[in-house]
T-cell receptor
Framework: KQEVTQIPAALSVPEGENLVLNCSFTDSAIYNLQWFRQDPGKGLTSLLLIQSSQREQTSGRLNASLDKSSGRSTLYIAASQPGDSATYLCAVRLRGSGGYNKLIFGAGTRLAVHP | NAGVTQTPKFQVLKTGQSMTLQCAQDMNHNSMYWYRQDPGMGLRLIYYSASEGTTDKGEVPNGYNVSRLNKREFSLRLESAAPSQTSVYFC???????????FGDGTRLSIL
């Protein structure tokens, strides 16, 4: 059974720091991996999606990497800002019929960036 | 520019009451999903509908039923609410299965 773990569960950093959020998964037979942002009381907003054949994706100050063989992904946030404060979730989509239809989520990392 | 709209946003029920959560999307997506989110846990899939006219169970379907009313709407019903169903419920949609999902803002449901 695929399990997705995110470490740390919570992180507090001063503004301007570069930071790394970690995501690990137990089954490397994934179709893709997605990072989401969730603001308090809101739904999820997709940030980056990495296909299983890719190593990384970049969007602005965000860079996500994927190492399927080790079952790991990282989300790198450069020059963090207070507006980056949110919960960040990763999710994997499994290969194969049935699994292909589903996202398996981690519990998230709650990030606080203070001025 | 609504995307995925969920109603209601908040609800308090008593144990044993029934309720239907509504979800509608205006993106002409084929696939729709219902998740629940509990503290310290990731989102878990309850049911999904790959296309209009089809529904399938997810990870945690017990105690729930769904209806894909038409291409736009996908409802989730609790027939006899239990305190264990206290959660935040999210609806999502995607162009097809396997494509990125777009989420609503959630329904916060408390069952006393």
């Amino acid at each position: 059974k695929q399990e997705v773990t995110q470490i740390p569960a919570a992180l507090s950093v001063p503004e301007g720091e570069n930071l790394v959020l970690n995501c690990s998964f137990t089954d490397s037979a994934i179709y893709n991996l997605q990072w989401f942002r969730q603001d308090p009381g809101k739904g999820l907003t997709s940030l980056l999606l990495i296909q299983s054949s890719q190593r990384e994706q970049t969007s602005g100050r965000l860079n996500a990497s994927l190492d399927k063989s080790s079952g790991r992904s990282t989300l790198y946030i450069a020059a963090s800002q207070p507006g980056d404060s949110a919960t960040y979730l990763c999710a994997v989509r499994l290969r194969g019929s049935g699994g292909y239809n589903k996202l398996i989520f981690g519990a998230g990392t709650r990030l606080a960036v203070h001025p | 520019n609504a995307g995925v709209t969920q109603t209601p946003k908040f609800q308090v029920l008593k144990t044993g009451q029934s309720m239907t959560l509504q979800c509608a999307q205006d993106m002409n997506h084929n696939s729709m999903y219902w998740y629940r989110q509990d503290p310290g846990m990731g989102l878990r899939l309850i049911y999904y509908s790959a296309s209009e006219g089809t529904t399938d169970k997810g990870e945690v379907p017990n105690g729930y039923n769904v209806s894909r009313l038409n291409k736009r709407e996908f409802s989730l019903r609790l027939e006899s609410a239990a305190p264990s169903q206290t959660s935040v419920y999210f609806c999502a949609s995607s162009e097809t299965v396997g494509q990125p999902q777009h989420f609503g803002d959630g329904t916060r449901l408390s069952i006393l």
